[in-house]
């Protein structure tokens, strides 16, 4: 069964870091491209970064450019999402997907609030 599950999530200060975790179970995550998508309250789902599996190029939404950085261990089978300097805007459910599955994870909830 092909499953994506992220971890990571919680509550933080504006300024603070957290580290996003998506671990694929079902299929090798070499051979797939992976996105990080966020969605914040009464707003639609939107890309924040992805990350290629042929050569590790890395896309980014201008909104986290700087800020964010993917990255992922095919020996984990894990796709990262680091996120540096979060605001109150970044505050958003944060899943990960594969397109060529059609696979999203459940999410994780990510707040930065003083």
């Known amino acids: 069964q092909v499953q994506l599950v992220e971890s990571g999530g919680g509550l933080v200060q504006p300024g603070g870091s957290l580290r996003l975790s998506c671990v694929a179970s079902g299929f090798t995550l070499d051979y797939y491209n992976i996105g990080w998508f966020r969605q914040a309250p009464g707003k639609e789902r939107e890309g924040v970064s992805c990350?290629?599996?042929?050569?590790?190029?890395?896309y980014y939404a201008d909104s986290v450019k700087g800020r964010f950085t993917i990255s992922r261990d095919n020996a984990k089978n894990t796709v990262y999402l680091q996120m540096s300097s979060l605001q109150p805007e970044d505050t958003a459910v944060y899943y990960c997907?594969?397109?060529?599955?059609?696979?999203w994870g459940q999410g994780t909830q990510v707040t930065v609030s003083s």
């Open positions: 990350i290629s599996y042929s050569d590790a190029s890395t």
């Open positions: 997907y594969a397109p060529r599955l059609g696979s």
